[in-house]
């Protein structure tokens, strides 16, 4: 499988796909106007990884700074095929990083582990210069 890494833009994430580590990321902002055009592939290569998957353990970070509606909804469709891998036995790892004082943020992150039934760590940061994860 690729290993896919995306720079971000002003209204898109950076995203790092690394199929032979089982290290997934999404960080930065989150407002396109069409999520599905940037989401779509990503989410295809999210369903052709847990189909061949060749890693007992997965760890996806997310660390989003801004996020439209429309991407949550593409966030909880990945966050779906993980949960779908750990009913497989895979061993999955949620990381959900926020500015400390980014309430929204967090309670996204709370909601969807509620709603998935996926435990997440999250993990507060001071600044948002303080970055959490950056993956190549």
Same mark, same amino acid.
């Not at 790092?16 to 592939?41: A, D």
């Not at 949550?72 to 990083?97: C, H, P, Q, S, Y």
């Given at each position: 499988?690729q290993? +896919? *890494?995306? #720079?971000?833009t002003?209204?898109?994430?950076r !995203? +790092? /796909?690394n199929?032979?580590?089982? #290290?997934?990321? +999404?960080?930065? @902002?989150? *407002?396109?106007?069409?999520?599905?055009?940037?989401?779509?592939?990503?989410l295809?290569?999210?369903?052709? =990884?847990t @189909?061949s998957?060749?890693?007992?353990?997965v760890?996806?970070?997310?660390d +989003?700074? $801004?996020f439209n /509606? %429309?991407?949550t909804k593409? =966030?909880m469709?990945?966050?779906?095929k993980?949960?779908? /891998?750990?009913?497989k036995?895979? %061993? !999955?790892?949620?990381?959900?990083?926020? %500015?400390?004082?980014?309430k929204?943020?967090?309670?996204?992150?709370?909601?969807l582990?509620?709603l /998935?039934?996926?435990?997440?760590? =999250?993990i507060? $940061?001071?600044? %948002?210069?303080?970055?959490?994860?950056?993956?190549?």
């Amino acid at each position: 499988m690729q290993h +896919i *890494i995306i #720079e971000p833009t002003y209204k898109s994430p950076r !995203v +790092i /796909l690394n199929p032979l580590k089982g #290290e997934m990321s +999404i960080e930065g @902002k989150s *407002i396109l106007v069409n999520v599905e055009e940037f989401y779509r592939p990503l989410l295809n290569w999210m369903d052709d =990884f847990t @189909k061949s998957i060749e890693v007992e353990e997965v760890e996806f970070s997310f660390d +989003i700074e $801004y996020f439209n /509606l %429309a991407s949550t909804k593409r =966030f909880m469709f990945f966050l779906i095929k993980l949960k779908d /891998l750990e009913d497989k036995g895979v %061993a !999955v790892k949620v990381n959900w990083a926020y %500015a400390s004082n980014d309430k929204n943020v967090l309670e996204m992150g709370e909601d969807l582990s509620k709603l /998935l039934r996926l435990p997440f760590n =999250f993990i507060a $940061y001071e600044k %948002a210069k303080e970055r959490l994860f950056t993956m190549n």
